[in-house]
């Protein structure tokens, strides 16, 4: 079993709905991190954190510690927004960014 | 502000063959730097990372090296390629918190 698991790993939308990926790790952690992957590859950081909630535009990231769960939400998707969407959890015994395997979010127009 | 560069962009090399990927980061000084392999449906996998001029650690066992010559220059090496090596190549750096990391814009490599 992975330290980090994501859900769903393929996710079809169509525009204008509400997205939720879901991330759970089984080790304790220090911080949490969302990355975005465009199709060309590149790797983009959307949120680091390590309590609670942040928001950025139309992207919203919670954590809960205690559940070791976190989700990453888009209201009002885009097609612009599909991508790759990859948590990956700091911290446990290794000291290192632990990721999962991603979910792959087609938007629909 | 800071930027980091990876090139080639885009490699085809048979099996057998040598590999040099470069890696350099502006704007900072002293960076930590990773190497990370994402394999065809797979996650991210760290590679090497580097704390500083010529220290390397290496987290995978494998027939890949790296060296890190200048202090914002990382560079992935091997003398022969495996078809188990081609992937997406992936450098980060962050400075301080090592899981703030930011990622340069990556090498496909195939090896035929």
């Known amino acids: 079993k992975n330290e980090v698991e994501q859900s769903p790993q393929n996710l079809t939308a169509q525009e204008g709905e509400f997205i939720t990926i879901n991330c759970s790790y089984s080790?304790?952690?220090?911080?949490l991190h969302w990355l975005q992957q465009h199709p060309g590859g590149g790797i983009v950081s959307l949120f680091m954190?390590?309590?609670g909630k942040k928001k950025h535009g139309r992207l919203i990231a919670t954590i809960n510690i205690q559940e070791k769960h976190s989700s990453l939400h888009i209201t009002a998707s885009h097609p612009r927004d599909s991508a790759v969407y990859i948590c990956a959890a700091y911290g446990g015994a290794t000291n290192k960014l632990i990721f999962g395997t991603g979910t792959l979010l087609a938007v629909q127009p | 502000s800071q930027t980091i560069h990876q090139w080639p962009a885009t490699l085809v090399q048979p099996v057998g063959s040598p590999l040099s990927l470069e890696c350099t980061v502006e704007g900072t000084s002293n960076p930590n730097l990773y190497w990370y392999r994402q394999a065809a449906g797979r996650g991210l996998q760290l590679l090497f990372y580097s704390v500083g001029i010529g220290q390397i650690s290496s987290e995978v066992p494998q027939n890949l090296s790296a060296s890190r010559p200048q202090d914002r220059q990382f560079i992935l090496s091997s003398k022969k390629l495996l078809l188990s090596d081609s992937g997406f190549y992936l450098c980060?750096?962050?400075?301080?918190?090592?899981?703030?990391?930011?990622f340069g814009p990556g090498t496909r490599l195939t090896v035929t």
């Open positions: 980060a750096w962050s400075e301080g918190d090592p899981y703030e990391q930011y």
């Open positions: 954190l390590s309590s």
């Open positions: 080790v304790g952690i220090s911080a």
